[in-house]
């Protein structure tokens, strides 16, 4: 083997012990003298040393082996060597029974010293007793959940209710609900909690039961155990479901033995003794020198000792070793003598001296060890490490934890090491993820917060949302002084966290590291590949719990993860400027369809992988060059069919016969389980029966592309990042993607699973951690009620005052505790970094998003859980984590919440969805909807009522713009304020909450519609500027170009003018008592303001052969959306519900007030309604087929389900027109056949009046004419033009109309109209 780790390397058969040729020459490779001393210095023997150097025997590497065997000669005890030890039963090695020691369901690691709860309460001894003595034992708590942890005799009984301490003798102690259970319970110890090492004492020689938390008694639990013949107890415990322990009886160094007591399984003591002395022959070797050129030894310090490769050195090495390394093979050894001496280097030392040395050590552990001797020994003293560091307690400096992680990266910068332990240990037989999680400590007095936050503070006001709510400016001096103290303290221990993480981080960068592939494959590939398999058990086994990486693992090992991802991604732009930096990360999206990287069985955005291979099969080939083999879709669809070697009746018989045997369940084992080390080759137990676990499912292999595809354990480097003929990863780059490499391609696969991790429970425990938040804030309030009962309570009332002291002292020293943990929590959990980390996340899932969604039908193959983070990121952040900047330094977050909100409110999903949030916070969101639109971006918040009510408003439920679908078919679909909505969707519930908060003040309502008045009005004027300058740029006879810019300016203020409108109609809908209640003072104002406008709209529109009208016709590119419909329909809209679907006396009102308007006119309503502009005295009538607009000329129709229907040619499919009903109802009252009574005597009293017309008119009641009827009678064929019925209508006057009256310059007005319109002696014209 050859040693890297060096910068030399050593052939090991070089130095082979076993030629008697080669003795006579290795003892001259130095002075015989200067060898025997050296040898001496190195094997000599304190007890044995002698006292003059020339009475030693000559030592060189003939005579050392005797030597040697002399040196490690140890006196063994027969009877403790057999395992028969007086006071103790069993076998010598202590094990969990799963044969038959155990009731429940439980799954047990494969070296029977790690087990979970798998069944309600499931109970397990082990396989020896004791019956006089002291024993000890430990157990580590993995979960800090329900278990009964203690002894019992062979004869308890117990089931899936009763476990250990619920039955006559056997005892137990559990740290969740803190009491000790002998049939009965009471109150004992304190709360346990995972990390935690719980040591179980018995003293069958004075009969009692003891328990000891970290090492600390908790004191005499029981006294008076029953003792005697046939009396013995097993260790046992009873646990709950998904709950996990570790045994220690000894088969490891106890953590925390105590004197007098022994542990159940002995030690190896004579091995013990021998691989101390090696140890000590090893570092005297490291500790001297060889000075062949003076002929001396010379003693320098072990941290300088490099390996030079002097044959006397590594011959001595050799004969070490050859002892040694059977040893370090042992479990107990190993943590004992090679752990303590390497963290004695850890600590001699600086960190670099220290990392040479164990550098230095590996290389010759690979040096002259078998191959699977060093591995062993590798294996072992990771697994001692990782106890270690989980199982170590909290101190102030978090020193211990400094100290274990600092040793786990020297062994890691060891490139042979790291290499065998990411690709057999780390991922496989370890949980490695425990190395990067730093565990909350439960009792914060233990862990010295006290010392680093020695004042306490929290907030004395919390809002609902459990935020505080008070300002800093209210706090008073002494608050402040106790604030600023506590921040100080969190200060400090944020920046002991942060150093337990940057190691974290750099373990990760090791495991990163892609530039060690000398001879062999890179670690990063090798993490790629153990990484994808971890994500593929925790993503398969989320419904079984006690197979998933714990949550508060998973949250930690993300944040480190980005950190090392983020060093590498910004490294790798530095010395690519082509590549883009971390802050612009992103998932390409042929990743989600090339095969490259497994997803496992997660869903798509568009269903199963296999379905859109099949459906997306051209959209593949003709947009990413990637072509599907028609056999393997076809081999894809029966995957489940074969998957299983076995006979399908054996498979289908298997699971039924082991369910009805009450026995295993056939689950896979993966290397999660609760156990602090050990994985893989676990055995589920049962009370029925034991049985092998069925072949773990293989990883499901890549779908063939155009290109190889290969599993996760088969890519190599090529396979993902690419050569000069493969594209690696980003195989079937779309056209829309760029040619530039983002980064290594083996980055973007860590990316991806980052983003799967955080999918998987990350946000689920952020969600959690935050009960801690709200725990300090239930605190406070009880606390802030006593403080003011204690205020009001009498002087007299001693007995009251007592008790709220009392209480007073609780829930103070509850917030103490508390608030301590809540600084913990916020170190690791919630700081400012790990914010970043997140935002940092959901701004790559956007932007994955938004590249996918480039690539059309290939976005359905995106994961579906890449929209799960970026929403769940998004609520974190909302939720979870407190701002660092205030709104004010956020001047675009409004308009981005109101960009948000627009585009919710524009489909029926996401509109339900802002339904369904609470009540309170959609009454917030429409209060600052109808917030004046003075001083802020008004546009928006118009555009989002406007969407909130289409498809209640009068003629507003089209899709496309009605009047270019006959002239210009093309242009209806563009884009505008009118247009680019889908089908209508409005919200009644919205709408009602805008109602209530428009009636609920005297100001809202006023202040709003004021605002809303004055934008119409300024949108209004500019619109008709500007086609003012457009004409005249038109008429000129010199070529002349108007700018685009003026042109969609100019379509903008049309499009606002129509939209202010519609918000109008609405509010005038919803609360129409605003405008025709005039017992409101602002009432009578709105009302004129509104008419004043209304004709002001309608002479600018309707007047013919106008400014509006010529620039209409024009139909310049841009104005497109600029017709008379759109204003005029929205105009006709406010009309009708003022005038006809308001109360009798509000219409009234309202038509008074429209009339005694100077603006109004006469013949804007007559154009609205399709008559003619009469004309002026002296000029010729126009031409009878001239065009006019007309409201009934507009082909829309309604269909039945309330959605405008169009035709290919734009002709109505029926003729429900609504037009017809306004003009019935505002012509004629609003009767299909006849005037309902009131009108029809005001108007009949009307004609009364006026002799010219008393014989046209019947006087019996009228009735519509009809088409289908015949031609009227010749005395009686003349109908009233609806143009002279509508003032008549408007005046709803009474019947006698004296001159004295308001109404008589309107009524003398509307004769003259009439006159001017007299009816014609021809056919009876249509009113319709």
Not at 242 to 253: C, D, L, Q, Y
Not at 396 to 407: A, F, K, T, W
Not at 810 to 829: G, I, P
Request: one cysteine or more.
């Amino acid at each position: 083997m050859a040693s890297k780790g060096s910068g030399m390397s050593f052939s090991r058969k070089s130095y082979r012990l076993t030629s008697d040729a080669e003795k006579s020459r290795v003892t001259g490779i130095v002075h015989e003298k200067l060898l025997n001393d050296y040898l001496h210095r190195i094997f000599s023997s304190p007890e044995h040393a002698p006292t003059a150097a020339t009475s030693r025997k000559p030592l060189n590497f003939q005579n050392l082996p005797e030597h040697l065997d002399q040196l490690l000669h140890v006196e063994d005890e027969d009877e403790e060597s057999q395992g028969q030890v007086e006071g103790r039963l069993g076998p010598s090695t202590v094990v969990l029974d799963h044969m038959g020691g155990f009731e429940g369901l439980l799954l047990v690691d494969d070296d029977l010293l790690g087990v979970i709860g798998h069944s309600n309460f499931g109970t397990i001894r082990s396989t020896t007793c004791v019956y006089k003595g002291k024993w000890v034992y430990e157990v580590l708590i993995s979960s800090q959940g329900l278990m009964q942890i203690g002894w019992c005799t062979i004869n308890c009984r117990f089931n899936q209710e009763e476990g250990v301490g619920d039955t006559h003798n056997s005892y137990a102690y559990d740290g969740n609900r803190v009491r000790k259970w002998n049939v009965t319970t009471t109150n004992y110890g304190k709360a346990w909690a995972a990390g935690d090492i719980v040591s179980c004492l018995i003293d069958l020689d004075d009969g009692t039961l003891s328990f000891c938390l970290n090492g600390v008694s908790l004191g005499t639990a029981f006294e008076n155990l029953s003792r005697g013949l046939g009396m013995a107890y097993f260790p046992a415990i009873s646990l709950s479901f998904k709950e996990s322990v570790a045994f220690n009886f000894g088969s490891r160094p106890l953590r925390y033995p105590v004197a007098g007591y022994r542990p159940l399984q002995d030690p190896p003591r004579a091995d013990l003794v021998r691989a101390q002395k090696l140890l000590g022959c090893f570092q005297a070797v490291l500790s001297v020198e060889l000075d062949s050129v003076e002929g001396r030894l010379v003693e320098k310090n072990s941290s300088e000792w490099q390996l030079q490769g002097q044959p006397t050195v590594l011959l001595t090495l050799a004969h070490i070793f050859h002892r040694f390394a059977p040893l370090l093979r042992k479990v107990y050894l190993v943590e004992a003598v090679l752990m303590s001496f390497l963290r004695g280097v850890m600590e001699a030392g600086t960190p670099v001296q220290a990392q040479s040395v164990v550098r230095q050590v590996l290389d010759l552990l690979w040096l002259f060890m078998e191959d699977h001797e060093v591995q062993d020994c590798l294996k072992h003293l990771m697994m001692s490490l990782l106890r270690l560091y989980r199982f170590s307690p909290i101190v102030p400096d978090l020193g211990l934890q400094i100290h274990y992680l600092r040793l786990t990266i020297a062994i890691l910068r060891h490139e042979k090491s790291r290499k065998f332990l990411l690709s057999n240990v780390l991922f496989d037989v370890l949980r490695s993820v425990v190395f990067f999680y730093i565990k909350s400590p439960l009792r914060v007095e233990e862990a010295g917060l006290q010392e680093l936050i020695p004042t306490t503070w929290w907030p004395h006001r919390s809002s609902r949302e459990g935020k505080d709510s008070k300002d800093v400016k209210d706090e008073t001096a002494e608050e402040r002084v106790r604030r600023r103290a506590y921040e100080r303290g969190c200060q400090r221990l944020k920046k002991r966290i942060e150093v337990v993480e940057e190691l974290q981080v750099q373990i990760l960068k090791l495991l990163l590291n892609n530039k060690d592939d000398n001879g062999g494959e890179a670690s990063r590939y090798i993490f790629l590949t153990k990484f994808r398999k971890f994500l593929q058990e925790n993503a398969s086994g989320r419904g079984n719990m006690p197979m998933l990486c714990p949550p508060e693992y998973m949250v930690c090992f993300l944040h480190r993860l980005i950190s090392a991802l983020r060093h590498y991604w910004d490294e790798y732009k530095a010395s690519n400027p082509r590549a883009s930096f971390s802050e612009e990360a992103y998932i390409p999206p042929q990743v989600f369809y090339n095969g490259k990287v497994d997803y496992f069985d997660l869903q798509r955005l568009g269903g199963l992988l296999s379905h859109l291979r099949k459906t997306l099969k051209d959209d593949l080939a003709s947009k990413a060059n990637i072509l599907i083999d028609p056999l393997e879709l076809q081999a894809a669809t029966m995957d489940d069919l074969d998957e299983d070697e076995e006979p399908a009746p054996a498979a289908a018989q298997r699971p039924t016969q082991a369910l009805a045997m009450g026995g295993v369940l056939p689950l896979p084992r993966p290397s999660w389980l609760s156990s602090p080390t050990l994985g893989r080759a676990n055995r589920f137990l049962s009370t029925a029966a034991v049985s092998l676990m069925t072949p773990r499912r293989p990883l499901s292999t890549s779908e063939k592309v155009k290109v190889r595809t290969l599993s996760a354990e088969q890519r190599t480097r090529e396979d993902i990042e690419g050569s000069h003929w493969n594209e690696g990863l980003l195989l079937g780059r779309p056209p829309e993607e760029p040619e530039q490499p983002l980064t290594e391609n083996s980055l973007l696969e860590v990316l991806d699973g980052a983003v799967m991790m955080y999918n998987l429970s990350v946000h689920q425990q952020l969600g959690k951690m935050v009960g801690v938040s709200d725990d300090v804030n239930e605190y406070a309030m009880a606390l802030r009620d006593t403080e003011d009962k204690l205020r009001r309570c009498p002087k007299r009332r001693k007995d009251i005052l007592a008790e709220l002291t009392k209480s007073q002292k609780v829930f103070s020293e509850k917030l103490d505790h508390l608030s301590r943990r809540l600084a913990w929590v916020h170190a690791t959990v919630y700081s400012q970094e790990k914010m970043l980390d997140i935002y940092w996340l959901l701004r790559v899932c956007l932007r994955t998003i938004e590249h996918g969604d480039r690539t059309g039908s290939l976005f359905a193959f995106m994961p579906e859980f890449y929209l799960s983070v970026a929403i769940n990121s998004y609520s974190a952040l909302k939720n979870y984590f407190g701002p660092v900047h205030s709104m004010e330094e956020l001047p675009d977050i409004r308009d981005s919440l109101m960009q948000a909100l627009a585009s919710y409110v524009c489909y029926p999903h996401s509109l339900r969805a802002v339904e369904r949030i609470p009540e309170e916070q959609r009454v917030a969101m429409v209060r600052s909807l109808l917030a004046p639109y003075e001083q802020r971006p008004w546009a928006q918040t118009n555009w989002i009522l406007v969407r909130l009510w289409r498809g209640c408003g009068f003629g507003y439920r089209y899709t496309r713009l009605p009047h270019l679908l006959k002239t210009k078919p093309e242009d209806a679909n563009l884009p505008s304020l009118q247009s680019e909505w889908p089908e209508p969707c409005p919200s009644t519930l919205l709408q009602q909450h805008m109602a209530d908060l428009l009636r609920e003040g005297p100001d809202v309502a006023p202040s709003f519609l004021n605002s809303v008045l004055n934008q119409l009005n300024w949108a209004f004027s500019e619109f008709i500027g500007m086609i003012q300058e457009i004409q005249q740029a038109a008429e000129r006879l010199e070529r002349n170009f108007v700018d685009s810019r003026q042109l969609k300016v100019c379509a903008t203020c049309f499009d606002l003018s129509v939209s202010l409108l519609r918000v109008l109609e609405m509010t005038i809908t919803l609360v129409p008592e605003i405008f025709l209640d005039w017992s409101r003072p602002t009432s009578e104002m709105l009302l004129r303001r509104l008419a004043q406008l209304l004709n002001q709209v309608l002479n600018r529109v309707t007047a013919e052969r106008n400014l509006f009208d010529r620039v209409v016709t024009l139909r310049l590119p841009g104005l497109e959306s600029v017709d008379h419909y759109p204003i005029l329909v929205a105009v006709t809209g406010i009309l009708v519900r003022l005038l006809v679907h308001g109360p009798a006396s509000g219409t009234e009102r309202a038509t008074s007030v429209l009339l005694a308007d100077p603006c109004f006119q006469l013949r804007s309503i007559c154009y609205l309604l399709g008559q003619s502009e009469p004309p002026a005295p002296g000029t010729a009538l126009p031409a009878p087929d001239r065009k006019r607009f007309s409201l009934q000329s507009c082909e829309w129709t309604r269909d039945g389900s309330g959605i405008w229907d169009w035709d290919r040619s734009g002709v109505s499919r029926r003729a429900n027109s609504q037009i017809v009903v306004l003009k019935r109802h505002w012509v004629l009252g609003g009767s299909d056949t006849c005037y309902p009574p009131p009108l029809q005597t005001q108007i009949t009293s009307a004609l009364r009046s006026w002799p010219r017309w008393n014989r046209c008119w019947h006087t019996s009641p009228l009735h519509l004419p009809r088409q289908q009827q015949p031609p009227c009678p010749p005395a009686r064929r003349t109908s009233a033009p609806s143009a002279m019925l509508t003032p008549f209508l408007l005046c709803s006057s009474p019947v006698a109309i004296s001159p004295a009256s308001k109404w008589a310059p309107w009524v003398q007005r509307a004769r003259e109209v009439a006159w001017i319109h007299r009816p014609s002696s021809s056919s009876c014209p249509p009113l319709l």
